[in-house]
């Protein structure tokens, strides 16, 4: 069965950091381009980040950019998001989603081009 879990989510003070894991079973991610996604309640599921293949592509929301940065390991099958300097408006329910990328291309992909989804984690910014 394939499976994107998602781990790491957690309450952290205003100014902490955090980092999230998302981990495939039943597939490996090679060829695959992992973003990561947040929904807040009452609000869309928003586009966060996403690294390409090999990682040699990623990219950031404008309210992310500087404070989360994005990895993978794929030997451990494992996509990472650091979450640093966090903010209450970080509050939401984070989740990682694949498409299939073979060819690496530095696409940006649209939400609903992503096969597979995780569960989600719940972040928490509050003081």
């Known amino acids: 069965q394939l499976q994107l879990v998602e781990s790491g989510g957690g309450l952290v003070q205003p100014g902490g950091s955090l980092r999230l894991s998302c981990a495939a079973s039943g597939f490996t991610l090679d060829y695959w381009t992992i973003g990561w996604f947040r929904q807040a309640p009452g609000k869309e599921r928003e586009g966060v980040s996403w690294?390409?293949?090999?990682?040699?592509?990623?990219n950031y929301a404008d309210s992310v950019k500087g404070r989360f940065t994005i990895s993978r390991d794929n030997a451990k099958n494992t996509v990472y998001l650091q979450m640093n300097s966090l903010k209450p408006e970080d509050t939401a329910v984070y989740y990682c989603?694949?498409?299939?990328?073979?060819?690496?291309?530095?696409?940006?992909?649209?939400?609903?081009?992503?096969?597979?989804w995780g569960q989600g984690t719940q972040v928490t910014v509050s003081s």
């Open positions: 690294i390409s293949s090999s990682g040699g592509c990623t």
């Open positions: 989603a694949a498409v299939p990328n073979r060819y690496d291309y530095c696409l940006d992909y649209q939400k609903y081009e992503y096969h597979y």
